[in-house]
Nanobody, 115 residues
Framework: QVQLVESGGGLVQAGGSLRLSCAAS????????MAWYRQAPGKQRELVAR???????TYADSVKGRFIISGDNAKNTVYLQMNSLKPDDTAVYYC?????????WGLGTQVTVSS
């Protein structure tokens, strides 16, 4: 059984930074895609950033230039460095990993940005 455990969420003032981490444990050996999604109250879950095993990254337009996703394939760990945070970034952030066609999700970590 695979578990994804996120950490690093919290409360921060606008303009501040946070770094999210997500580590996979259990029977997961090769992760092809790592990503972060977020869901704000009353809104659909949306992709924030993704990174492939080869290092190709994709970002939502709303976070380009402010967020950086990185991954450690050896440790099956993904990070999200969030800078210049805005109140609109307030959401529950979910870690996602894809391995051999199977999707795995974390339980989410709350990020709250105060104005």
């Amino acid at each position: 059984q695979v578990q994804l455990v996120e950490s690093g969420g919290g409360l921060v003032q606008a303009g501040g930074s946070l770094r999210l981490s997500c580590a996979a444990s259990g029977s997961i050996f090769v992760v092809n895609i790592m990503a972060w999604y977020r869901q704000a109250p009353g809104k659909q879950r949306e992709l924030v950033a993704r990174i492939t095993r080869g290092g190709t990254t994709t970002y939502a337009d709303s976070v380009k230039g402010r967020f950086i996703i990185s991954g450690d394939n050896a440790k099956n760990t993904v990070y999200l460095q969030m800078n210049s945070l805005k109140p609109d970034d307030t959401a529950v952030y979910y870690c996602y990993m894809s391995s051999y066609g199977y999707d795995h999700w974390g339980l989410g970590t709350q990020v709250t940005v105060s104005s």
